[in-house]
């Protein structure tokens, strides 16, 4: 892919706890894209500040941990702040695949009209969990109602987000909210969002989200936004 980044500027957020095992061969396969990468170090206790320095990405760290919401916001923040017109989301913990970036950036090339492209595990989710699978088919679909628009996988935090919308998004969720409240909030602004396939990895992955206990905070989080798309 020949670069862009002097037509578009692309930051990829990648927010990251203990996770200096993957973020090697993360970063390894993101020097071939044509995007900067910020990386939020969300309070580690390994090495994980150590291992992106290495490559000379720009590193923000939190002194204790946040929580993914409050990290996203902050690499959010840097992009904006620094003139990026695409940023895209991915989780640090080798469960998106960087070749993955490839077909994001292509779909938003051929889709001016789409705001926001979230990447869709559903369609073959191989190796998610059932308690996993249920529960997002239960809050996507919710998520989908109240938004007027089909979003098979809203709890998938590999996304690209134009910063034409990002900059309107008063985002204030600091654990794992934040994915349902980008997508609530952008499309009370009337915003596109459409879907891309992407693989789905679980193999060895160990996830720090408790399906039901997030499922309990999604509920609490979502009642005041029932009315808030449509």
């Known amino acids: 892919m020949s670069n862009r980044n002097s037509v578009n500027k692309i930051c990829v957020v990648i927010p990251c706890y203990n996770v200096a095992h993957v973020l090697d061969d993360i970063l390894i396969q993101l020097k071939s894209k044509p995007v900067d990468v910020v990386v939020v170090d969300d309070g580690s206790t390994d090495t994980t500040s150590e291992a992106a320095f290495k490559y000379k990405v720009k590193v923000i760290r939190n002194n204790r941990n946040l929580g993914k919401g409050a990290s996203l916001r902050k690499g959010f923040d840097y992009a904006l702040s620094h003139g990026y017109e695409t940023v895209i989301a991915m989780d640090g913990d080798g469960q998106h695949l960087p070749p993955d970036i490839e077909n994001f950036l292509k779909v938003e090339s051929l889709s001016p009209e789409a705001d926001i492209i979230v990447g869709n595990r559903m369609r073959h989710p191989i190796g998610m969990p059932r308690i996993r699978r249920l529960t997002n088919i239960i809050m996507s679909g919710l998520i989908s109602r109240m938004c007027g628009q089909s979003i098979p996988d809203t709890q998938n935090g590999f996304r690209l987000i134009r910063a034409r919308l990002l900059g309107k998004l008063e985002l204030t969720s600091n654990k794992f909210e934040i994915e349902s409240e980008v997508i609530i909030k952008a499309a009370a602004f009337g915003a596109r969002v459409i879907s891309?396939?992407?693989?789905?990895?679980?193999?060895?992955?160990?996830?720090?989200?408790?399906?039901?206990?997030?499922?309990?905070?999604?509920?609490?989080?979502?009642?005041?936004?029932?009315?808030?798309?449509?």
């Open 196 to 230: 891309i396939p992407i693989a789905s990895v679980y193999k060895n992955h160990s996830s720090r989200i408790n399906p039901l206990l997030d499922a309990f905070r999604f509920i609490r989080f979502i009642l005041p936004y029932i009315s808030f798309c449509r």
